[in-house]
C-alpha cells in the first residue's frame, strides 16, 4: 500500500534535517541523552501567516525566522542551542516548491546555529500557515540568565539596533523606502544574539529578548526584578536606515521604541562592570549600547527625551489581542 | 502601562498549570535539571480545529486530546510523562469562556498523568485554532520502545479497542448513532496507555501508537522492522457500541480497520511471551489482544477475514493532503 503524501513529505524535506536522536523522524518521539551536568533550557513559539510572517515572505526566510526567534529566546537566558521540534499546519495552497524552501532555509540556519531537528508534526489546515517549534539548549546549572535578577541603580543595555524590524514590516507593506532591502531583511531574518548570551552568564544581572517593543519588554524585566526605569530614548542604538527614516519622521521615535521584531537581547548590569561587558561584547562582534538604568517603582518605564522630558507613547508595544 | 490582554490570559489560565522549571511562564525560556541517569523522550503533535477536532467540541476535552495524543506517543515508546510546552493560535471568536475550558481540561489530565506545562505561546490567527504541543518524558537508557525491532513469526498485539474514534467522528457528525456518546466520547477524549506501554519495556520487540488508521500504521512499523504482517481481522478487538455498529453494517470492517484516533498500542513480541504480555496488561487493567504475527516480505500488510480470504481495503488509513 502506498503512504498517504505527508509522509513523501517529510522523507523528503524533513527527514535530511533530522540529527542525533531524531531516529530519522521515523519512530513515536525522539530519544535524547542530556548533556551531563547541564540544565536544559526549553522555550515554544509559535507563528501565524499575517501575524508573524507576510504570505509573499520568501519560504526560505519564514523557516529561519521561526528558528530564530526561538533561539534568540535562548541566547537571553544565555543558553547554547541543542535541538528542535517543529509543527506545520499547511493549506492546500502552499505546495512541494514552499515547503522545499521552507526546509532549505532550516537546513541552513542548522548548519549555522549547530543544532537539528528532533521531531515534528505535518498537519493540514483551511486557515492561515501555522507554525510552532519548541527549542532545547542547555546552560551550567543554576547560570541561565534571568529576567528577574536586576537591582536598583543598574545599568540597562541593548544589542544591536533597535526599530528596524517594525520599519522592514512597513517597508514590506509599501509604507517604508527601503531601497537596500535592509530593514526588511531584518524584519524576515533576525540576529539571535547568542554569543554575546552567553558571553553575559555571570555578568548580567538579568537579561531577555526584545520581541514586543523595547518598551513593553523592558516593563517585563522591571515586573520580573520589582524596579522600574528609566530609558534615554537618544541612547538607543538606530541602525544607518532607520535613523534615516527617523530623520524624515522627527517625533516619531516611538515608533521605534514601541515596534516588534528586534530579537535584540535587553540587559541589566552593575555599573562598575560597564568596561567588562564592553570587552565581552566587542569580543564577539555584536555591539551594544547603555540605554538607561532602573530606578525604584512598580515596574513603571518611563522614557525620556534628549533634553529629558517625558516622551508621551501612544503604546508600549505589540499586542495580539 | 497596562499589559497587552494576552498575558492577562496567560496569568489567568496558564500560569496557574505551571509546574518546576516553568518560572511562572514569565521568562524567556523554562529550566529544567532532566532526570539523573535517564533519557529524555521528546514528541510534538499539532491539532487544527475542523482537522482534527470540531468547532463545537468542549474546550475542555480539546485541550485533554491534545495532551493525550502526545502522551499516546510518550506511551509507545515505554516512557514517563515530564512536562510540556504548548503554542496556541486564536481566532478573534474564540473568548475567554473557550480559554477557561480549554486550561481547566489541561489542569485535570495534568493531575491525571502527572505532568505540568513548562512553557509555550499564545497568538492571535485569522484561521482556525490552531494547537501544538510538545511533550517531554524519559525512560532508562536504551529502553524505549521502537518500531523497528520486531521479527518474523513474533505475534502482534493491540490494546484496548479499534474503530471507535472514527465512528465517534461520524457519531459527532451524526452519521452513526450513540445514543450514551460512548463512541464520540473516545474521539473526544483518547485513553494514552502509559501504564501499558511502560510495562512492555524489555518485553515487547516494537510498538507503536495507532492514530492514523490500524492498517496503516501496521504498514509503519513493518517498514521500520523491515518484514511483513498478516493481520487477522476477526481478531481485532471492538467496543460494545463498535461491534453493535458493524453488525448493522455487515462488511464494513474495513472502515475501523482504517479509521484514526484509535491511539491505542500496536506492539509485536515473541509467541513464548504471550502469556507474560497477557499477565502485565492484566496487571495495568488493560485488555490485550493477538491480532496477527508478522511474515517476510517488504512492509505489506495483508488483512485476512474469518474464512481466511484477503479483504481488500480501499484505503489503509488518514492522510492529511
Known sequence: MTL????????????????????????????????????????????????????????????????????????????????????????????VDWLAGFAAGLAEDQRRFALSILGGDTVSTAGPVSLSLTILGHVAPGTALRRGGAGIGQDLWVSGSIGDGVLGLRARRGEVADPQGRLAGRYQLPQPRLGLGQALVGLATAAM???????????????????????????????????????????????????????????????????????????CATPVARIGHLVPGDSTVTVRDRSGRVMPLGRSGWSHF
Open 4 to 95: 498517504p503524501p505527508e509522509f513523501d513529505l517529510i522523507d523528503r524535506y524533513f527527514r535530511p534535517l533530522a540529527g542525533p536522536g531524531a531516529l530519522d523522524l521515523a519512530d513515536d518521539a525522539a530519544l535524547l541523552r542530556p548533556p551531563p551536568g547541564r540544565e536544559l533550557v526549553l522555550a515554544a513559539d509559535a507563528m501565524v501567516e499575517n501575524v508573524h510572517f507576510l504570505p509573499d515572505d520568501p519560504a526560505e526566510t519564514i523557516g529561519r525566522k521561526l528558528l530564530r526567534t526561538n533561539l534568540s529566546d535562548l541566547a537571553a537566558m544565555g543558553a547554547v542551542p541543542l535541538g528542535y521540534l517543529l509543527t506545520v499546519a499547511l493549506p492546500p495552497g502552499r505546495g
Open 209 to 283: 529578548d526584545v520581541s514586543d517593543g523595547l518598551v513593553q519588554d523592558l516593563g517585563h524585566l522591571c515586573r520580573a526584578s520589582r524596579c522600574g526605569a528609566v530609558l534615554d530614548a537618544a541612547a538607543v542604538p538606530l541602525s544607518v536606515p532607520a535613523a534615516a527614516w527617523l530623520r524624515e519622521h522627527p517625533g516619531r521615535l516611538g515608533d521605534l521604541l514601541t515596534g516588534g521584531d528586534d530579537y535584540e537581547l535587553l540587559f541589566a548590569a552593575p555599573p562598575e562592570r560597564a568596561a567588562e561587558i564592553a570587552g565581552r561584547a566587542e569580543a
